[in-house]
């Protein structure tokens, strides 16, 4: 019965990490694991960048850690990764992209594509 009771403390205490948001830098390697997407090697490229000075938004992580990419990066601020506290998503052109809905804590929306004219 302990197990099962400490299982479950495991478990809620993880989903709270994850729910109350971890910021790239300041985040444990194993806080930054607890995010979907993050295993050891990218928690430990997190952390090594970070080390050199911290991100300034999503864009500089992406650019900065080797293998995160624009639409990895949208998966784990989905997730609950922030970066200075921040969760929302900064596009390769600057803007916050309300479509990404991470300032708000929902998973990111596809658009439709025009039709070619």
């Known amino acids: 019965m302990n197990k099962l009771a400490l299982a479950a403390f495991a478990f809620l205490a993880a989903t709270g990490i994850a729910m109350a948001g971890v ?27 970070r080390r050199k ?8 992580l992406v ?13 784990m601020v989905a997730a609950g990764l922030t970066v200075g506290g921040n969760g929302v998503i ?4 600057g803007r916050a992209d309300p479509a990404a809905g991470a300032d708000r804590g929902e998973a990111p929306r ?8």
């Not at 910021?23 to 960048?49: F, K, M, Q």
């Open 23 to 49: 910021d790239a830098n300041t985040a444990s390697r194993a806080e930054l694991e607890s995010i979907s997407g993050i295993g050891p090697a990218t928690s430990a490229r997190i952390v090594e960048e």
């Open 53 to 60: 000075r911290p991100f300034s938004d999503t864009r500089d």
């Open 63 to 75: 650019r900065r850690v080797k293998g995160i990419g624009e639409a990895r990066m949208r998966r």
């Open 90 to 93: 900064v596009t390769a052109g």
């Open 110 to 117: 596809r658009t439709a594509k025009a039709a070619p004219r």
